[in-house]
């Protein structure tokens, strides 16, 4: 009984104002590792659904007329980064020996906006809790270090808010964290930072689909039926929504679905962290790590090249 009890307290300590998805993370596998998990019935699919309907009610937070206006110009450049991340995060979980699944996810989060692209993703290709975990974890470790080492970076190369606006949305994973980057930088450089990121998490949707596409069955049969992502078309009716919806329904009304859908993914991370075991981490091992650090100082430097050259 008492363990239940506990595992309640960790949830409404996540939902307070001291609580973040890396904390609720850290502190359902601290749970499990120590007292268990009390609520075993909640592992696969009501943890599954919790997350697909945050990224669902994440679709509420994007103006598509305002990304797109942002990302018209650098379509180009958007296209390459992604699609140049994607392809050197598989050649790097190759080369480090990452299982397929959790190294699509870490190469996903880094291209495109983090945790949020890694849950679109994550039930896209049928990952299971601990790739998610995983590639959870990885993401937000590379984040909490990008939040203080970039505007450090940026201050000592004298990169102007434009330069460092645009790298810290290409090469920092959450929004929440190039957010906390850019706005220690200058106000100009938020501003750049968001709807680059914005229009980078558009792709959040053609990129899951795309996954869903290529591990459509394990032994890679082409007549096999496609496990199409439903919820990622909500994603992009939730967009829609917003973006055509402003002047009749209260911004108000949205900011709320969308402070819901944080709710609901820092729930989620906490349960995908109570899930996991101690044999399911050591035989994971290291190596996811090693492909999120390698991946994301590459993308780092590359992107910092770009923008010294570019802008």
């Known amino acids: ?11 409404l300590f996540c939902l307070s104002p ?18 268990g998990d009390p609520f075993p019935s909640l592992k696969g699919k009501p943890t599954k659904y919790l997350l697909q309907t945050s990224v669902v009610l994440l679709g509420f937070g994007m ?8 990302g018209r110009d650098g379509i180009l450049f958007t296209i390459a980064t992604i699609f140049g991340t994607l392809i050197l995060g598989f050649l790097v979980g190759k080369l480090v020996g990452v299982p397929a699944k959790t190294s699509t996810l870490i190469s996903s989060g880094t291209a495109i906006c983090g945790g949020s692209a890694i849950a679109a993703v994550g039930p896209a290709i049928d990952a299971g809790s601990e790739e998610m975990s995983v590639s959870l974890g990885t993401v937000f470790v590379l984040n909490s270090v990008a939040l203080f080492l970039f505007p450090l970076i940026g201050h000592t190369l004298n990169l102007t808010q434009g ?16 957010v906390g980057a850019a706005g220690t930088y200058g106000a100009e450089a938020l501003a750049i930072a968001t709807t680059v990121k914005l229009a980078r998490a558009l792709w959040i949707a053609p990129i ?16 096999a039926k496609i496990a199409i992502p439903w919820f990622i078309f909500l994603f992009l009716a939730a967009t829609a929504v917003r973006t055509y919806s402003a002047s009749i329904i209260f911004p108000s009304i949205f900011d709320a679905l969308v402070n819901l859908a944080k709710a609901g993914m820092t729930i989620t991370l906490f349960l995908i962290g109570a899930s996991l075991s101690r044999k399911t981490l050591q035989t994971v091992g290291v ?25």
């Open 1 to 11: 009984m008492w363990q239940k009890a506990v595992f309640i307290i960790l949830i």
């Open 287 to 311: 190596r996811p790590l090693v492909q999120g650090v390698l991946l994301w100082i590459v993308i780092s430097i590359t992107g910092l090249m770009a923008v010294l050259n570019l802008l």
């Open 208 to 223: 899951a689909l795309l996954f869903a596409y290529i591990y459509r069955k394990k032994d890679g049969d082409p007549k």
């Open 18 to 35: 001291w609580g973040s998805p890396p904390i609720a993370l850290a502190l359902g596998l601290t749970l499990t590792l120590t007292i």
């Open 63 to 70: 103006n598509l007329t305002e990304v797109y206006k942002a």
């Open 163 to 178: 330069q460092f606006g645009v790298w810290s949305a290409i090469a920092i994973h959450d929004t929440s964290s190039v």
